[in-house]
């Protein structure tokens, strides 16, 4: 078992930037890590994750250039550095843990391990 809790989200005007941290605990070895956000009336959807093993990084084209994700040394803590932000990047941010096989890394059906979730909202 692994437990997630995300900070950082709140609220901002177009064009500036918030960090999101996922503080992670318990069994925290697995495959894949990652952030998702859900927009109201809206799938949820992957932002970014990166894989353990091989540390390479995945982004939604959307946000390919203006967020960074990113572990820390101690690989408990997760980060989303989110640069430049648009309006229709309002959402609820979770962060994720995948503790299997993945196919396709930003594909939510993959992970296996949800956080609570943190508000972003960005305002014109």
């Known amino acids: 078992q692994v437990q997630l809790v995300e900070s950082g989200g709140g609220s901002v005007q177009a064009g500036g930037s918030l960090r999101l941290s996922c503080a992670a605990s318990g069994y925290t070895y697995r495959t894949y890590w990652g952030w998702f956000r859900q927009a109201p009336g809206k799938e949820r959807e992957g932002v970014a994750t990166l894989s353990t093993g091989g540390g390479m990084t995945y982004y939604a084209d959307s946000v390919k250039g203006r967020f960074t994700i990113s572990r820390d040394n101690t690989k408990t803590t997760l980060y989303l550095q989110m640069n430049n932000l648009k309006s229709e990047d309002t959402a609820v941010y979770y962060c994720?843990?995948?503790?299997?096989?993945?196919?396709?890394?930003?594909?939510?059906?993959?992970?296996?391990?949800w956080g609570q979730g943190t508000q972003v909202t960005v305002s014109s």
């Open positions: 994720a843990a995948a503790g299997g096989w993945v196919r396709s890394p930003l594909r939510a059906s993959y992970f296996d391990y």
